[in-house]
């Protein structure tokens, strides 16, 4: 994974980017099109949707996502999540709680996330990271009551923000 993260400039964003993609990666792993996801075919967590625009955004043409490069993928994490996140500014703990929500409910679905999060006025450090996860479950929990279908994710979601929890309690950067 690391090869894939080096390049000329910004290289503490991309090797803090490693230690978020490190934990995520293990959750959006292989090829997976689900009827139930509403986010259709999906590889390593980007859509077609998402992939399809960031090829045209590059002038390539078209392309499944079932065939995405890992180099690809940094890139995509790092432009669509890490950086519009503002991960880049954030210590670890809440850097890779922010990445990984991003990356799971999508920018607006963070940006809710952490509205319920950031009802006080600490913003950094472990106990902020603690109050995004425990946004997480509930906003999952919102999600499942209005839409049912849903349910069959829960298992994997609980388990999902479990291992985020018990991973930012030790990450660094």
């Given at each position: 994974?690391e090869d894939a993260?080096?390049?000329?400039?910004n290289?503490?964003?991309k090797g803090r980017?490693?230690?978020?993609?490190s934990?995520t990666?293990?959750w959006?792993g292989?090829?997976v099109d689900n009827?139930a996801d509403?986010?259709?075919?999906t590889?390593?967590?980007?859509?077609?949707?998402?992939?399809?625009?960031y090829l045209?955004?590059s002038?390539r043409?078209?392309?499944?996502v079932?065939?995405i490069?890992l180099?690809?993928?940094?890139?995509?994490?790092?432009l669509?999540?890490?950086l519009?996140a503002?991960c880049?500014?954030?210590?670890?703990?809440v850097a890779?709680a922010r990445?990984d929500?991003?990356v799971?409910?999508?920018?607006g679905?963070?940006?809710?996330?952490?509205?319920i999060?950031?009802?006080t006025?600490n913003?950094s450090g472990?106990p902020?990271?603690?109050?995004?996860v425990?946004?997480?479950?509930a906003h999952?929990?919102?999600?499942?009551l209005?839409n049912?279908?849903?349910s069959?994710?829960?298992?994997g979601w609980?388990?999902?923000?479990?291992?985020?929890?018990?991973?930012i309690?030790?990450v660094?950067?």
């Open positions: 994974m993260l080096q390049g000329p400039g290289e503490i964003v980017l490693s230690v978020g993609l934990f990666l293990t959006e292989g090829f009827p509403p986010g259709g075919a590889n390593k967590g980007i859509t077609q949707a998402v992939y399809s625009d045209k955004r002038a043409p078209p392309w499944h079932k065939d490069k180099t690809e993928v940094v890139d995509i994490y790092r669509r999540y890490w519009p503002g880049d500014v954030c210590d670890a703990p890779v990445f929500t991003a799971n409910f999508g920018l679905g963070l940006r809710e996330i952490l509205h999060a950031t009802a006025n913003h472990l902020a990271a603690i109050r995004i425990a946004a997480r479950r999952r929990s919102s999600l499942i209005h049912p279908k849903l069959v994710f829960r298992k609980a388990n999902r923000d479990n291992a985020l929890d018990a991973y309690r030790v660094k950067f």
